[in-house]
């Protein structure tokens, strides 16, 4: 069973940093694009980056270009998501999703999903 569990959310202030980890399991790792989406509450689900699958293709949302950056290490089956220059408006529940082969930006597009780490980002 596919299992992918994110880690590394928390409290942070306006402009601090945080460092979002998903380890994946059970999955042929290296074929799968990975994404990244949030959740705030009372709104949609929305698409914030994703890398393929092997590491030549990342794209962001045009709100976090520049201050977000997706990575991933095929050898250890984990995907990452450096998060700098933190904003108010960045404050969601944040899930790391896996789909294969493609990489897409709608979240009816991904196969699997984690079940979150809560990302808040105060004054």
């Known amino acids: 069973q596919v299992q992918l569990v994110e880690s590394g959310g928390g409290l942070v202030e306006v402009g601090g940093s945080l460092r979002l980890s998903c380890a994946a399991s059970?999955?042929?790792?290296?074929?799968?694009?990975m994404a990244w989406f949030r959740q705030a509450p009372g709104k949609e689900r929305e698409f914030v980056a994703v890398?393929?699958?092997?590491?030549?293709?990342?794209y962001y949302a045009d709100s976090v270009k520049g201050r977000f950056t997706i990575s991933r290490d095929n050898a250890k089956n984990m995907v990452y998501l450096q998060m700098n220059g933190l904003k108010f408006e960045d404050t969601a529940l944040y899930y790391c999703?896996?789909?294969?082969?493609?990489?897409?930006?709608?979240?009816?597009?991904?196969?699997?999903w984690g079940q979150g780490t809560q990302v808040t980002v105060s004054s």
């Open positions: 999703s896996a789909r294969r082969y493609a990489i897409a930006y709608h979240s009816t597009d991904y196969d699997y």
């Open positions: 059970e999955l042929t790792f290296s074929t799968y694009a």
């Open positions: 890398v393929s699958p092997t590491v030549d293709m990342t």
